[in-house]
């Protein structure tokens, strides 16, 4: 059984002659563990289908079933819970907390799901050291290097073990360097921990080191 399965899932935005048909009939299916790049250009839907996939947004039609299970089927709390507790987010701007330390930004999504905070420290202290930023613990973001908040942000994502990771243009912001080192970042979770990974991205470079590359295209997908 797939991790993902995406049956029959279409996105619109307005209604009538104005309708925009951003995603259109999607079908497709991820196992656990797999790394999938998705490209297209700028517009094409790939932002929409990742958040469609991480439940941020509802579809128009279609659903997506994860574990078997149905997850539009769920109420809004229940997305809610699903999202804290299954899905781990990436974006191109890191969006950490200005006023809190590394390791706060990072146990803060454990926080507002209530875990132990002791135990909940102890896994972010060791995912922090594991991606280097040892020394950066009590660092604020305005405090660190562009790729060093980013790596912060990966953690963040990583600290309640989810099984999917979606992430969105991360490299995008950084150099060519710092880039590579957050992608190698986010690839090493996977093969260490069978976290499944879902990237968008522009870089085919990037794209090129993942298990399979889709192309977003007229709002129709197809594999590459």
Not at 6 to 25: F, Q, T
Not at 51 to 67: E, H, K, Q, V, W
Not at 123 to 152: D, I, M, N, Y
């Amino acid at each position: 059984m797939a991790l993902i399965d995406i049956n029959g899932l279409s996105k619109s935005y307005g209604a009538g002659p104005g309708e925009i048909r951003v995603l259109d009939n999607i079908e497709m299916e991820i196992g656990a563990g797999e790394t999938i790049a998705v490209l297209g250009a700028s517009g094409a839907g790939k932002s929409t289908l990742l958040n469609l996939m991480g439940a941020l947004d509802r579809p128009t039609s279609g659903d997506i079933n994860f574990n078997g299970e149905s997850v539009f089927a769920r109420s809004d709390a229940k997305l809610a819970a699903f999202r804290s507790s299954n899905v781990g987010f990436v974006f191109q701007f890191h969006h950490l907390l200005p006023e809190f330390t590394a390791l706060e930004n990072v146990m803060m999504p454990g926080l507002i799901g209530n875990e132990e905070k002791g135990e909940l420290r102890e896994r972010a202290v060791r995912l922090l050291s594991e991606a280097g930023l040892s020394e950066r613990f009590e660092h604020k973001p305005g405090e660190l290097s562009g790729g060093e908040q980013q790596r912060v942000a990966v953690v963040r994502a990583l600290v309640r073990s989810p099984e999917v990771i979606l992430a969105d243009e991360p490299t995008g912001n950084l150099d060519r360097k710092t880039g590579d080192g957050v992608f190698d970042l986010l690839t090493g979770f996977n093969k260490e921990k069978g976290t499944t990974l879902v990237v968008v991205t522009h870089n085919e470079e990037l794209a090129a080191r993942l298990s399979r590359r889709i192309k977003i295209e007229d709002g129709s997908m197809h594999e590459l």
